[in-house]
């Protein structure tokens, strides 16, 4: 059982995203309206080029809507500037990208330090050392980025995201690189931090278990959303964990 609330964690208001073109604009999203209650487990499906990932951006705050709101713990995203958008994320929210972004001079133990560094926790690496032998490499913590390969690279990733107990997880394709049984060992680790202190999670996946297991599934469809429960859930009707489109 996840530690899901009726307080809605994530709300989007008609929110949109486009890009200029010579002779017009692409759309994105168009018109997406959720809620999300904290605790949920929600997998976000699609097609690529669907919007999946720029939807985790809109939620995180690193890009900004060209239309509508995001509003993620009772705050419109809309209102901070870049050094509140930052102390946003660095507090509450750990994101997992495709292309992992570590720093390649750094080490897999102070890749997976750094957001603990950055808020001055004193015990950030051993909070570090901890994370990556949750994730299987605590044989590799003095190995660099170039040292790793792809599937330990995204476990370091991991970690680095997971380091601090995020209230909101973000994760675009956190399996993808991973053998069957390190993919298993993150999911459990995800659920487990999950039913720990009641994380949020917004995953994209085209994981067919993941999602699964997950409360709710998104499936983006030409830049717009359709909600179901995922395969083994019952269908939710709390209207707090209500999707319109």
């Given at each position: 059982?996840?530690?899901?609330?009726?307080?809605?964690?994530?709300?989007?208001?008609?929110?949109?995203?486009?890009?200029?073109?010579?002779?017009?604009?692409v759309?994105?999203?168009?018109?997406?309206?959720?809620?999300?209650?904290?605790?949920?487990?929600?997998?976000?499906?699609?097609?690529?080029?669907?919007?999946k990932?720029?939807?985790?951006?809109?939620?995180?705050?690193?890009?900004?809507?060209?239309?509508?709101?995001?509003?993620?713990?009772?705050?419109?995203?809309?209102?901070?500037?870049?050094?509140?958008?930052?102390?946003?994320?660095?507090?509450?929210?750990?994101?997992?990208?495709q292309?992992?972004?570590?720093?390649?001079?750094?080490s897999?133990?102070?890749?997976?330090?750094?957001?603990?560094?950055?808020?001055?926790?004193?015990?950030?690496?051993?909070?570090a050392?901890?994370?990556?032998?949750?994730?299987?490499?605590?044989?590799?913590?003095?190995?660099?980025?170039?040292?790793?390969?792809?599937?330990?690279?995204?476990?370091?990733?991991?970690?680095?995201?997971?380091?601090?107990?995020?209230?909101?997880?973000?994760?675009?394709?956190?399996?993808?690189?991973?053998?069957?049984?390190?993919?298993?060992?993150?999911?459990?680790?995800?659920?487990?931090?999950?039913?720990?202190?009641?994380?949020?999670?917004?995953?994209?996946?085209?994981?067919?278990?993941?999602?699964?297991?997950?409360?709710?599934?998104?499936?983006?469809?030409?830049?717009?959303?359709h909600?179901?429960p995922?395969?083994?859930?019952?269908?939710?009707?709390?209207?707090?964990?209500?999707?319109?489109?």
């Open positions: 059982m996840t530690a899901t609330t009726s307080k809605p964690f994530i709300e989007t208001h008609q929110l949109g995203m486009s890009y200029p073109l010579a002779h017009g604009r759309d994105v999203l168009r018109d997406v309206n959720i809620t999300i209650a904290a605790g949920t487990r929600v997998a976000i499906a699609g097609p690529s080029g669907s919007g990932t720029s939807l985790l951006l809109l939620l995180s705050g690193l890009e900004r809507p060209t239309e509508g709101r995001v509003v993620v713990d009772g705050v419109d995203l809309g209102t901070l500037d870049a050094d509140g958008l930052a102390d946003m994320r660095r507090s509450k929210v750990g994101i997992v990208f292309s992992f972004h570590l720093l390649p001079s750094l897999a133990l102070d890749n997976a330090a750094l957001p603990l560094q950055m808020a001055g926790r004193r015990e950030a690496r051993t909070l050392t901890a994370m990556l032998q949750r994730v299987g490499l605590g044989g590799r913590l003095g190995h660099r980025p170039s040292q790793l390969s792809g599937g330990e690279q995204q476990r370091v990733a991991i970690a680095r995201a997971l380091v601090h107990r995020p209230s909101l997880l973000l994760a675009d394709e956190p399996t993808g690189n991973l053998d069957d049984h390190t993919a298993e060992s993150v999911r459990e680790l995800l659920f487990e931090l999950n039913r720990e202190i009641g994380t949020t999670l917004v995953l994209v996946t085209h994981d067919l278990e993941f999602a699964a297991r997950c409360d709710r599934v998104l499936r983006l469809h030409d830049g717009q959303l909600d179901t995922a395969a083994n859930k019952p269908a939710n009707t709390d209207a707090t964990d209500a999707l319109s489109v």
